[in-house]
């Protein structure tokens, strides 16, 4: 993909729109004929059962507050809608404390997303954390998923369950879960959002909602182009998310979601130290060296093109001395990957269904109950990578792969005292992976039954004050990216060969403790959140790449690795009277990792920052013509950051500080905004491939994004 067009809606996305906006309207119609407006119950429905182990299906933020206040442990509420540019997943997400974002080239791509390390040695980043679309996985049931499927734009809010603070039974890994909560028509009767920037970043999403009596619907289409700040890295990316609600006589509630995305990137790969501040736009074979040569761009074309359609129904009904939920989804991912030396070409089938019961809310003893069961049935072919012009050579693999996972949770919070509950949360899991070569007849099966229980306590001495402690168990199970290992040398694609890998489960205790609340009232009030956590863990599954940055397999490290940090966020806002006000936020995630023993005893772990510092001020000032918000903002990795497990001198990525800059306009329906990044053209390492051990010399890093501009405007109507 040398170009990315000028942005069509494709013939899938207009049949489906045009189809599901018609039987909106047939919907809607009625229902406005018989009762007015002003009747709609809508309020008392968002309300409903906001505290109990099940959350509503179109939860309201205090809601889904109210539900994480619950739980005893770092917990994040982002509001999307709330943020000036949501073009990327790093602009809904990047002031939430304990979630660590690192770029990949800047647009519709495959950032890594990780929290508590979790996933992180994954390449690229696609296990590690449970993804979850209104309550229910996105993620395979291998446990992997391509996160430049989600569009951040179609979310009413974000709700991040760090670590095992997780609230679904398919949650059972270090880094918790992530829930997307969608948009629906009861919350917007449509809008209009266009954003331009730097380097050919064009998007546009329209999106209109329905609402009638008992019905509610939303459609939404987006498209995204960027022709890429490096050479090679331009991507597109076209969405349509849509949902039907209805809610019924005594609590019924029923909600149908459909969603298909097509993403296409092309990936510029990594490069040697020295180029991130001589070339940063540069890839390998813009020189004229043997490595230049060995590993054209060009040539070899890396990039990766997923298509996924989604389906997936809700119901939740009775009250709050027994509510339940039943969920199920099916999803169909066509997936080609180009990593430079080889193609995988996969085709994914999951279908799954959750259940889920709650009942005591309110009372001295509140219970929880859940079952998950999901099955992937999954075809991977390996070819091999031409270097001469990219296509695609012999094929040296071919694999049948099902993933099937069982699992189930029970919970209870137990209130001692009016201050004080204690928490409790065990869960079951048996999990399978089972991979069959059709080219030779191999085969490995392997399945694993574990428990992940947790015990945690509440203290809330003050309405305003809630601190927190948990002991808690944590299972990953690997991924087919991890079983399945592809072995080409660049310089002898017709070698290629692959291999099936047995690994172990990879297993943490964590220890946290916590806190969250306010000083302050009124307009002035800072709000807080602090966690402070320690997670020994064994048979930690770590993902490497060779002297030319591709990844050449997974092991588990035998030596035992301990994970610990802390999550702080602070935000408030401080009045100057007639001059409007101030308004600011901030993050710090501070990741000790380390090997406790074995090969590299007492080094770092490679992948994560040792400190990451985000933190926005904003001067807001409102006028005849609108409420304007205009401030500085900073990323800050103060400190250097391994990219090998030898910890090797010279091949850190190097610390960085990034300013940004914000001009906001509001008035009524209209949102408008100019943004800056990077406005001191700093040249830096977005991030690395990581090694068992490595040189500045060796390709590894990718550079970040240059000094950028964007704008937009948004209409709600």
Request: proline share 5%; net charge neutral; hydrophobic share 35%.
């Amino acid at each position: 993909m040398t170009s990315v067009p000028t942005p069509v809606c494709p013939l899938p996305v207009r049949v489906l729109a045009h189809s599901m906006a018609c039987a909106l309207a047939l919907l809607a119609l009625p229902a406005h004929a018989q009762q007015p407006a002003a009747e709609l119950p809508a309020v008392t429905v968002r309300a409903d059962g906001a505290g109990e182990g099940t959350a509503p299906l179109r939860p309201s933020a205090q809601a889904e507050r109210e539900r994480l206040e619950r739980v005893p442990g770092g917990t994040n509420l982002a509001l999307p809608q709330q943020e000036s540019r949501l073009a990327t997943l790093r602009d809904a997400l990047d002031y939430q404390p304990g979630i660590v974002i690192q770029d990949f080239f800047g647009a519709t791509d495959q950032p890594r997303l990780s929290i508590r390390g979790s996933g992180i040695q994954s390449n690229p980043l696609n296990r590690g954390v449970l993804l979850l679309q209104d309550g229910m996985p996105l993620n395979e049931a291998d446990g992997s998923f391509i996160i430049g499927l989600i569009e951040p734009r179609n979310a009413a809010l974000i709700s991040a369950r760090r670590g095992a603070n997780t609230l679904t039974p398919g949650a059972t890994t270090l880094g918790g879960e992530v829930d997307f909560q969608s948009l629906t028509g009861a919350d917007e009767r449509g809008s209009v959002r266009a954003e331009a920037g730097s380097f050919g970043r064009k998007a546009l999403q329209g999106a209109v909602g329905l609402q009638g009596a008992q019905w509610d619907g939303r459609i939404s289409v987006s498209g995204d182009r960027f022709d890429g700040y490096r050479h090679h890295s331009a991507s597109q990316r076209e969405a349509l998310h849509a949902n039907l609600g209805f809610q019924g006589a005594g609590g019924f509630e029923n909600r149908t979601y459909l969603s298909w995305t097509d993403l296409d990137f092309d990936i510029p790969t990594v490069v040697p130290k020295d180029r991130v501040r001589t070339n940063p736009r540069g890839v390998m074979g813009d020189g004229n060296t043997p490595q230049d040569q060995l590993l054209n761009v060009y040539k070899r074309d890396p990039r990766r093109e997923a298509t996924q359609l989604r389906l997936a129904n809700r119901s939740r009904w009775g009250s709050d001395a027994l509510r339940q939920e039943l969920g199920v989804y099916w999803q169909d991912t066509d997936d080609l990957f180009n990593n430079q030396t080889s193609y995988a070409i996969t085709h994914s089938r999951t279908t799954g269904a959750q259940w889920q019961a709650s009942g005591g809310a309110g009372g001295p003893l509140a219970w929880r109950a859940a079952l998950g069961w999901s099955r992937s049935s999954m075809d991977r072919d390996l070819d091999a990578t031409n270097p001469a012009n990219g296509t695609q050579m012999q094929r040296f693999g071919a694999y049948d792969l099902t993933a099937d996972n069982l699992q189930a949770q029970l919970g209870a919070d137990w209130r001692l005292a009016p201050a004080w509950t204690l928490v409790g949360q065990w869960g079951w899991s048996r999990q399978s992976r089972d991979a069959a070569s059709r080219l030779d007849g191999r085969a490995l099966d392997q399945q694993w039954t574990f428990s992940t229980p947790k015990i945690g306590v509440n203290w809330t001495p003050a309405p305003t004050v809630r601190w927190w402690a948990n002991l808690s168990r944590s299972q990953e199970a690997p991924t087919f990216w991890e079983i399945v290992a592809a072995n080409v040398a660049p310089n002898a694609p017709a070698a290629a060969s692959s291999e099936l890998v047995r690994l172990k489960l990879q297993r943490a205790t964590t220890f946290e403790v916590g806190g969250q609340g306010r000083w302050g009232e009124g307009t002035r009030a800072l709000h807080w959140q602090l966690a402070v956590y320690r997670s020994q863990v064994a048979d930690e599954l770590m993902s490497t790449t060779d002297e030319s940055g591709i990844k050449v397999g997974t092991y588990n490290y035998a030596g035992g690795t301990r994970h610990q940090g802390v999550e702080a966020g602070l935000s408030g806002s401080w009045p100057l009277g007639a001059a409007g006000g101030l308004e600011w936020r901030g993050s710090w995630t501070y990741s000790d990792f380390r090997f406790k023993e074995g090969i590299y005893a007492g080094n770092r772990i490679a992948g994560v920052p040792r400190h990451l510092i985000n933190a926005e001020v904003l001067w807001r000032v409102a006028t005849g013509s609108g409420t304007w918000r205009v401030g500085p903002s900073l990323r800050w990795m103060p400190t250097d950051t391994p990219t090998d497990h030898a910890n090797t001198a010279g091949s850190e990525q190097d610390a960085y500080a990034l300013l940004g800059f914000k001009l906001e306009w509001r008035s009524g329906p209209w949102t408008a905004y100019l943004l800056a990044d990077n406005v001191t053209d700093r040249r830096y390492a977005s991030s690395y491939a990581i090694r068992n051990q490595a040189t500045a010399a060796q390709p590894g890093y990718l550079p970040g994004l240059g000094r950028n501009v964007a704008a937009g405007v948004t209409y709600k109507f």
